[in-house]
């Protein structure tokens, strides 16, 4: 017994569980229903997990005494305290539903649903859910299978089983399977009216997109047949009374509720037209009366029930106008001006609580989604779905939408149409407003997973979701571009000068008085030029100032303009595909070394709107093109200047790839593994720098022996360059060898390769505004002081008698990059043995390779550099992971094939798979490396000129943290993300390197 005044162990457990009215649920507690179970402690845990305790003990005992009997009430309890699945389900349910507690009262035998769940039940699909409703002969009988098929769905949901748009998807699977099963009623009831007529059921909305809600109107469309022989007058009003027959089984209120309303009111004409149409009705009136949201409306028209082959029919005739409805006249204004009626629409009082019409509602996204559809489907297949979240998905896969705002949006809509579902779930009411009262608010908040404090976690959460979608609504539903996509005509989009500035100001321009006069260059007058730059100006503006440098973009953007302006396919480039605008903006505010190559051959910009243009060129591509460029040309410099203009345009594909792929544009999705963004990146500038001292041969060649060196030549890459590891700014590394042709003197075969070397270092070194191709040779054998070019002979007997330890690592990255294949080939083999030396590396070259290392280490780093930022000498960064491969490769090489390689990640990862670095340690030394060549990549991107540290300036480094992917203000993380990661590198190197 409790003294008076004292509160007991239960109340006291109850408050800890979370229950708000702890004295009334202890005397549920203390119901006899409950009398066997009532201090089992799984059962407290149990009902304080859910999203309202109090209700869900509620529901419980009701259920419990609902039993027929008490050995059934004493057989539902055993089974409930000791089956953890059933105990989550079904109290689960009973916390967030009071209308499935509800159900359960009534039928309280459906709780043997909950029971088990079969591989194949976790995820139901319209079979399954025909099964469950197969023996419901009445309507009555097809609601309460309704129900029960309904409480399974949601228990997967609030378990957690199924995400948001799994549950949305069943919940479609079961609207389906119900659709069949009252059409079968109907039949059963006039089988007269079944034999004369063919009825089609097609689902709209979010039934016929998979993404139904708890509680939705159910939108279709009838489509009716005469069978062979039948009057068409008979049989129309014979599926007609089918139809509405079927739609009366649904959306009648009995004793045991109601399952849905079914709304035809979108068929042609709304609720003035005929239920029922024949198919050639229907396409008639699509062809000439059907208004702009009427072919929206179709886009997520799907057969569901009924004559499946007559509903394949009507979605085939009338998919292909969905498809061309962007070209309408008015096509875009008219959307906009439907989204714009839906809002003004909702009751003032409701727009802050409502969650699917008000601003940054769930209705933003679907028609920010379906407006992007429809301009961009009509060439791309792959958007042609009726489900929001899939089409955001092809969207940002076809580079219609940022990746990083598709991701945002995404996140977004599942949040909100989460909150949905929940609100709609707890009485089944059809409903889009968010509760005011603060025990609604807890549950729902407690059913989103939020436990500390409920009701402000989930309205800061909404509210945030809210304003991203808003966000992003305004940004990609209205923005003028789509216009002109649509309408394949400029737009009419004009900015005052006061407009202009105060957006520039508030975008972030620094100067926004300069900008102005860029602004004011680029939109002033009635040329078609300028009423295209109207039309784009508003969009680029905001992508600009999405970037670190918005005036740099702009004033790129001015530059571009003016030497291409009276160019037609610039302006339709511009115009026409969204992916080449963006792109450009992106690539001129990213920073000096891409705008600088652009601009000394702007025609490059078409690269930007070819949809395969940002790939790299293959090295073979490449070389033959430059050769050809090369032979086209007057005289050596002649050849090599052409040269130099095939690296020009290609060294900006490869940086206009890295700088879209590295945060992505609206049209361009991110390079998800920074890995294999470098890996391209480098290899491309291997590639083409390979291609380049090709063409520099052939000119060097050609211009005194013509076609034929007296000498088989060929060009070694060694360091990064044999690695296919070149940044923008790195030097290539190389060996020259040669080869007496047959019948040719050995000292005339010397002094022709020589002349061709010197004349090849001439060439390159020619004065020229593109970034330097300059060719390092001092890894040849004995450094500066031995001849820049040997014979493959004297490479034999040098590397046989003197070569050192160093020589034989440096040689681990050699790989042949330019001349006779066939030379270079048996250049490799000659080194193979020198570095991978049989039965690896002995004691005394292990010591004189680290103290080779720290010599470097100590005598190396620039005065002044900080250590722990030092991307290649510095602490844990390209030096230390490059060495300790490097280490692995000499002393396994000649027992792993696959260290043979001349590619550090490769290695690092064959090391990995041979077992000699553990998992961890090599994924910690990739990331450092990877890291490492992006921030060397990246330095020169930005300043125009290379550098193995952060740049020091304020804008610079802001546009280093954009091209690394962090948010703007945050580069203070990205140092301590690059020292932390770094750290951890050079601690690996010490265990494996040093053996410390």
Aim: aromatic content about 6%.
């Amino acid at each position: 017994m409790t003294v008076p005044g004292r509160r007991s162990s239960t109340f006291t457990r109850l408050i800890r569980h979370g229950f708000t009215d702890p004295a009334a649920s202890e005397r549920l507690l203390d119901e006899d229903a409950l009398a066997s179970v009532r201090h089992d402690p799984v059962l407290l845990d149990a009902l304080g997990a859910t999203a309202d305790p109090d209700l869900a003990l509620r529901g419980l005992v009701r259920l419990a005494e609902a039993q027929p009997d008490d050995d059934k009430r004493q057989e539902f309890l055993r089974t409930l305290v000791s089956a953890k699945p059933l105990r989550d389900r079904l109290l689960g349910v009973m916390g967030a539903s009071e209308a499935l507690a509800d159900h359960l009262a009534r039928h309280p035998g459906d709780w043997h649903a909950l029971l088990t769940y079969e591989a194949a039940d976790l995820h139901p699909g319209v079979a399954e859910f025909e099964r469950g409703l197969s023996e419901a002969e009445d309507p009555d009988a097809l609601r309460v299978a309704y129900r029960r098929c309904l409480l399974s769905i949601a228990a997967r949901d609030v378990c957690g089983t199924t995400d948001v748009a799994q549950t949305a998807a069943e919940l479609a699977d079961l609207a389906t399977a119900t659709l069949r099963a009252a059409l079968a009623i109907a039949r059963r009831a006039t089988p007269a009216d079944a034999a004369q007529c063919r009825l089609a059921v097609v689902a709209m909305g979010k039934c016929g997109g998979h993404e139904l809600n708890y509680v939705s109107d159910v939108d279709v469309i009838f489509v009716g047949e005469a069978v062979d022989g039948a009057d068409e007058d008979k049989a129309m009003r014979a599926a007609t009374r089918l139809a509405a027959h079927l739609m009366r089984i649904c959306s009648e209120t009995t004793g045991e509720g109601v399952i849905w309303p079914v709304d035809a009111n979108l068929r042609p004409e709304g609720r003035n037209g005929p239920l029922v149409r024949s198919l050639s009705s229907h396409v008639a009136y699509y062809q000439r009366w059907a208004k702009t949201w009427e072919f929206q409306a179709l886009l997520k028209a799907r057969p569901v029930a009924g004559d499946p082959a007559l509903g394949e029919e009507y979605v085939a005739a009338l998919s292909p106008m969905v498809w061309q409805a962007a070209e309408r006249e008015n096509f875009v204004p008219d959307v906009q001006k439907m989204r714009r009626r839906v809002v003004d629409n909702i009751p003032v009082g409701q727009v802050e609580r409502e969650l699917k019409l008000g601003p940054g509602g769930l209705r933003d996204v679907e028609f920010a989604v379906q407006l992007l559809q429809l301009v961009h489907g009509r060439s791309d297949a792959s958007l042609h779905s009726g489900s929001t979240l899939e089409a955001l998905q092809a969207l940002a896969a076809g580079g219609y939408v940022g990746r990083a705002d598709a991701a945002q949006l995404d996140e977004a809509y599942r949040f909100l149409r989460q909150m949905e579902h929940r609100i709609q779930l707890y009485r089944l009411r059809r409903t889009h407003l968010v509760p005011e009262g603060e025990a609604d608010l807890r549950r729902l908040g407690r059913s989103l997973g939020m436990r500390g404090e409920p009701v402000t976690q989930l309205q800061q959460a909404w509210r945030r979701h809210a304003s991203v979608v808003r966000r992003l609504h305004e940004k990609i539903f209205y923005r003028p571009l789509l216009d002109a996509v649509a309408q394949l005509a400029p737009g009419e989009t004009r900015l005052s000068p006061r407009a202009a500035g105060q957006r520039l100001e508030a975008l972030g321009y620094a100067d926004p008085v300069g900008a102005l006069r860029h602004l004011e260059a680029l939109s002033s007058g009635v040329t078609r030029k300028a009423a295209i730059q109207r039309t784009l100006l508003p969009v680029l503006l905001g992508w600009f100032a999405d970037s670190a440098d918005p005036d740099a973009g702009l004033l790129g953007f001015r530059k571009v303009s003016d030497a291409l302006g009276k160019t037609p396919w610039y302006l339709r480039l511009l115009r026409d595909e969204g992916a080449a605008a963006e792109n450009l903006a992106r690539v001129l505010s990213a920073g000096r070394l891409a705008p600088d190559l652009l601009l000394r051959a702007p025609e490059a910009v078409a690269i930007l709107g070819d949809p395969k243009g940002l790939q790299p060129r293959g090295r073979d591509h490449l070389e033959q093109e430059v050769l050809a460029a090369v032979g086209r040309a007057d005289g050596a410099e002649g050849g090599v200047a052409a040269a130099r203009g095939v690296r020009r345009r290609e060294l900006f594909r490869t940086t206009a790839a890295d700088i879209i792929g590295s945060y992505g544009t609206e049209d361009s999705p991110a390079e998800s593994d920074p890995g294999a963004l470098v890996d391209r990146v480098c290899g491309a500038v291997s590639d083409l720098n390979a291609a380049t001292l090709a063409g520099a041969l052939r000119a060097s060649v050609r211009e005194q022996w013509g076609d034929e060196l007296p000498t088989r030549f060929a060009v070694i890459g060694m360091g990064r360059f044999g690695g296919h590891e070149l940044g923008y700014g790195s030097d290539a590394d190389v060996l020259f060898v040669h080869e007496p042709r047959e019948g040719v003197d050995e000292q005339e075969a010397a002094q022709a390769a020589n002349k061709v070397v010197t004349e090849m270092r001439r060439l390159l070194q020619l004065p020229t505004a593109d970034p330097p191709l300059l060719i390092d040779a001092d890894l040849r054998p004995e450094g500066r002081s031995g001849p820049l070019v040997r014979s493959l002979k004297s490479y034999e007997a040098y590397y046989r008698r003197w070569s050192l330890v160093w020589e034989s690592q440096a040689l681990l990255r050699a790989d042949p990059m330019a001349g006779d294949p066939d030379l270079g080939r048996r250049f490799i083999e000659l080194v193979d043995p020198l570095r991978y030396p049989v039965e690896g590396l002995g004691d005394d070259a292990v010591r004189e390779i680290r103290r080779l290392k720290a010599r470097m280490e100590s005598e190396r780093m620039p005065r002044g550099a900080d250590p722990t930022l030092h991307t290649k000498l510095g602490r844990g960064g390209l030096s230390d992971v490059e060495w300790t491969v490097q280490l692995l490769q000499m002393q396994h090489g000649w027992a792993e094939p696959g260290l043979r390689t001349t590619r550090t990640r490769a290695a690092l990862a064959a090391a990995h798979a041979a077992g000699l670095i553990p998992t961890e340690e090599a994924q910690i030394l990739d990331e450092a490396w990877v890291l490492a060549t992006r921030v060397r990549n990246g330095v020169m991107l930005v300043r125009g000129r290379a550098g193995d540290t952060f740049p020091s300036d304020g804008r610079e480094l802001a546009a280093m943290g954009r091209y690394l992917g962090y948010d703007p203000g945050h580069v203070g993380d990205m140092l301590d993300d690059y020292r932390r990661i770094t750290r951890r590198a050079r601690a690996v190197m010490e265990e494996l390197f040093y053996g410390a």
